[in-house]
């Protein structure tokens, strides 16, 4: 099954505001990690949260997980217009390989 | 340290071609996993490989394959191409380090494949 998901919407928001995306998965995970693309290149790893902690910080990146609800939110403060991209969040279920379910991605569009 | 590197990056073929793809990972990384993204379907696991060994595998059908060298270099092919087949093919590697659990992916900038 499809694990991963996003909201599926398109953000679009001032330089210096707070973007955040939202991401729901379905079944048990060990950890979750967003990730940034840019035009169609190859994926950036941001930040990883095991499936034990509930918030992390990296940067001007903010993860919070919420295992009982099975979702997770992504958090950028102070956006640049080199935040413009497309986020997406990617599930790990199992032990032992790095197999990952992506969502369907955020396209985040920084207005200088 | 050089990073993930895939080749070619562009290329196009016909309906019924088959191709290859190139994948070297970042120096000492062992794992090296293959993702077909499309506007339709985003992002999907296609395989994996640890030291030569094919670990895990998606939904694919077995017109899409691969495999792994002992230096980690890693290609995947896809035999009787179909239109549904243009994507960009992204490999990512991973130092797999953590004890078996799943840890961060490096992925390299795709290649991207036009059927015609």
């Known amino acids: 099954s499809q694990q991963g998901e996003e909201d599926p919407q398109a953000l679009s928001i001032q330089e210096g505001e707070n973007a955040t995306m939202n991401c729901s998965y379905k079944?048990?995970?060990?950890?979750l990690q967003w990730y940034r693309q840019n035009s169609g290149r190859g994926l950036v790893h941001l930040i990883l949260?095991?499936?034990?902690?509930r918030e992390k910080h990296s940067g001007r990146l903010r993860v919070t997980l919420d295992t009982s609800k099975k979702s997770s939110s992504l958090l950028i403060t102070a956006s640049r217009a080199a935040d413009t991209a497309s986020y997406f969040c990617?599930?790990?279920?199992?032990?032992?390989?790095?197999?990952?379910?992506f969502g369907k991605g955020n396209q985040v569009v920084v207005i200088p | 340290k050089a990073g993930v590197t895939q080749t070619p990056r562009y290329l196009i073929k016909t309906r019924g071609q088959q191709v290859t793809l190139s994948c070297s990972p970042i120096?000492?990384?062992?794992?090296v996993s293959w993702y077909q993204q499309t506007p339709g379907q985003g992002l999907q696991f296609l395989f994996e490989?640890?030291?030569?060994?094919?670990?895990n595998k998606g939904n694919f059908p077995g017109r899409f394959s691969g495999r792994q060298f002992s230096n980690s270099r890693s290609e995947m092919n896809v035999s009787t191409l179909e239109l549904g087949d243009s994507a960009l093919y992204l490999c990512?590697?991973?130092?797999?380090?953590?004890?078996?659990?799943?840890?961060?992916?490096?992925f390299g900038e795709g290649s991207r494949l036009t059927v015609l």
């Open positions: 990512a590697s991973s130092s797999d380090q953590t004890g078996g659990l799943t840890g961060e992916l490096f």
């Open positions: 079944t048990s995970i060990n950890n």
């Open positions: 949260i095991r499936s034990n902690e």
């Open positions: 990617a599930t790990a279920a199992d032990y032992g390989n790095n197999r990952l379910a």
């Open positions: 120096s000492g990384h062992r794992s």
């Open positions: 490989y640890f030291s030569e060994t094919q670990r």
